[in-house]
C-alpha cells in the first residue's frame, strides 16, 4: 500500500460534540468516535500518497488553522481553501454567528498536474441529510481535476473506483490509528 494513492480526500472526525438537543441545552455527543489532534496528525497518510499526490482535507471552523499544520505532517503542501456553503436549516450550531460553512484545503505533494480547471473555490451543495455526510457532486469535481488511484478516509459510503476506510462503508483499506 505504500505510496499507492495519487488522491486522496479525508474527513477526519474532528473532536466535537453535535450540538445542542432542540430544548436541551447542552451538547450532545457525536453518533460516531471522533479523534484528537495528535491522532490525526499520526495517520500514515505520508506513507499512503505516491510522490505525486493530491489531498482533498475536510475541516471545520474550530479546525481550520490545524489543518494546514496537518497536511504539513504528512507531507502535503496547502495549495487552496474550497468553500462549501450550506443552506441554513433549523436552530443551526454557533454562536454569534451561525455556521453555514465547511472547508476542503485541497494540498499538493510534488508537481501532479490537475486534469481540469474548476473555475470558482465555493460551491452551493445542498445540505446533506446525515451529520457530516458530504455532496457526492465533490467526489465528482475530484475525479475531474484529480487523477487515481483515489483513497476517501473516513468514508461513509462506497464509491465505484474508489478505495474506502471508513467504519460506515465497505472498508477496502485498514488504515492504522483510524477511529
Not at 495519487?6 to 479523534?35: C, F, N, Q
Amino acid at each position: 500500500m505504500s505510496g499507492l494513492y495519487r488522491t486522496i480526500v479525508a474527513d477526519p472526525p474532528w473532536e466535537v460534540m453535535g450540538g445542542p438537543p432542540w430544548g436541551g441545552g447542552t451538547s450532545k455527543p457525536l453518533p460516531y468516535p471522533t479523534m484528537s489532534l495528535d491522532a490525526i496528525a499520526a495517520l500514515p497518510v505520508r506513507d499512503m500518497a505516491a510522490k505525486q499526490a493530491h489531498l482533498y482535507l475536510w475541516t471545520i471552523n474550530a479546525y481550520l488553522e490545524d489543518t494546514y499544520e496537518i497536511a504539513r505532517l504528512w507531507g502535503f503542501r496547502p495549495s487552496t481553501l474550497l468553500t462549501w456553503t450550506k443552506p441554513i436549516t433549523g436552530g443551526g450550531l454557533g454562536g454569534c454567528y451561525r455556521l453555514s460553512t465547511e472547508w476542503c484545503l485541497f494540498a499538493r505533494r510534488g508537481i501532479l498536474t490537475a486534469t481540469a480547471q474548476i473555475g470558482q473555490s465555493h460551491f452551493d451543495w445542498p445540505r446533506q441529510q446525515r451529520h457530516s455526510q458530504k455532496p457526492e457532486a465533490f467526489l465528482d469535481m475530484v475525479e475531474s481535476v484529480s487523477p487515481g488511484p483515489y483513497l476517501e478516509m473516513f468514508s461513509r459510503r462506497s464509491r465505484l473506483g474508489w478505495d474506502t476506510s471508513g467504519n460506515e462503508a465497505l472498508e477496502h483499506v485498514q488504515i492504522e490509528g483510524a477511529a
